[in-house]
């Protein structure tokens, strides 16, 4: 057992929104953005965590970790421990320091970067030898029962499981996954990631109730998820659900578009489904926001091919698939139109699909 550092990546999701709770299919793919942690291993059974973009240093007995302890960002560290010794695996104290992040707040899943890194720090240092899979199960636990976010499981799995030059297919009702190859530069396009910097405080709760009124939807149509069903399947549904579930089903089924598409060799044709996926988010499943539906309807106009909103919604992020030639026309149609509305300016950046996490040392 030795100390060393340990990377995770962001991610951003290309099409599958809001259906990993759902048992549905998202295609997300990991960002060059990372999250570091240096840790090291201790045998006093005492946890240590800080981090250079939070003051203080959380410090407690592993014992102590529970749902709701340690309270803040040390709870997603802290509760990849917790959850590793609850599935039984044989992990001791350990000391976390957070020295590089992903862009906190820009719905780009720096919580789950900074899971995944201690998850395969934990895993290293203690000898455990688990598949990737059970880290990225670990840290989804976490995430649910010790910080409280009842959130899926697509960002852990894309931060443990994406490859460069691939998008990472996710099948959240059996777990499988397949690498899908996405090389945008290849065909003369540039995925542009648009950060509103926004985060609408609503985010949390309403994250939790739309994922209640799609079970209560499988629930009033007696099946175990809505996967598999067509939108005629879904009529006798409540007013006030039926256009929940109807976002999950079609955004199911443009995933599978979307996959058919890549495989064959036609990326700039995804364009128009990533349109139809942001008008369904906004729409159907009442999760975009002004900024985010400005940065999508500008980048349209600057001469992207399809944009959509990226992740939970009420702030965050947004994609953009835009040809190479079109990059800075879309940039300045962006600034330009949050600056006229009176926004906040936008981070704007390209993205690259990168590695998932690994050992840097
Ligand atoms: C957040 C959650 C994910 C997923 C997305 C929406 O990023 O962490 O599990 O539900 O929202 O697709």
Same mark, same amino acid.
């Given at each position: 057992m030795t100390a &060393? %550092?340990? /990377?995770?990546? &962001? %991610? #951003?999701n290309l099409i599958g929104e809001h259906v990993d709770y759902a048992g549905g299919l998202c295609l997300p793919f990991a960002l060059a953005e990372r999250t570091v942690v240096e840790a090291r291993p201790r045998d006093d059974g005492r946890f240590t965590a800080r981090s250079t973009a939070e003051t203080g240093t959380v410090d407690l007995a592993l014992d102590e970790i529970g749902p709701g302890a340690p309270a803040g960002w040390a709870g997603y560290p802290a509760g990849v421990l917790w959850a590793l010794r609850a599935a039984g695996h044989p992990v001791g104290g350990l000391d976390v320091v957070v020295t590089d992040t992903v862009p906190l707040g820009a719905g780009l899943s720096s919580s789950a970067a900074l899971e995944c890194a201690v998850a395969l720090a934990a895993d290293d240092l203690y000898g455990l030898g688990l598949p990737r899979t059970a880290l990225a199960a670990a840290c989804v636990r976490a995430e649910n029962e010790v910080v409280g976010a009842q959130t899926g499981g697509m960002d852990q799995a894309a931060a443990l499981l994406a490859t460069a030059g691939h998008a990472l297919l996710l099948d959240t009702r059996d777990g499988s996954t397949r690498q899908v190859p996405f090389a945008p530069a290849d065909a003369g396009l540039a995925v542009l990631v648009i950060d509103t910097r926004v985060r609408h405080h609503l985010a949390d709760g309403q994250y939790g109730a739309r994922r209640a009124a799609v079970e209560k939807a499988a629930a009033a149509l007696g099946v175990p998820s809505l996967r598999g069903l067509d939108v005629a399947d879904l009529r006798d549904l409540d007013a006030d659900l039926l256009p929940r579930a109807r976002h999950v089903v079609t955004e199911i089924a443009r995933v599978g578009e979307v996959v058919a598409l890549l495989d064959a060799g036609r990326l700039p044709a995804i364009g128009p489904l990533l349109d139809a996926s942001h008008a369904s988010l906004r729409d159907d499943y009442a999760v975009s926001c002004a900024e985010l539906d400005l940065a999508v309807a500008a980048a349209r106009e600057g001469g992207a091919l399809g944009a959509r909103m990226t992740g939970g919604g009420f702030g965050g992020s /947004? #994609?953009? *698939? #835009?040809? *190479?030639? %079109?990059l800075d026309a879309v940039t300045r149609t962006v600034r330009a139109a949050f600056a006229a509305a009176g926004h906040r300016e936008p981070t704007i950046r390209t993205a690259e699909p990168s590695e998932g996490a690994r050992r840097l040392s």
């Open positions: &060393g %550092r340990w /990377a995770a990546p &962001g %991610r #951003v /947004a #994609v953009a *698939l #835009v040809p *190479l030639d %079109r």
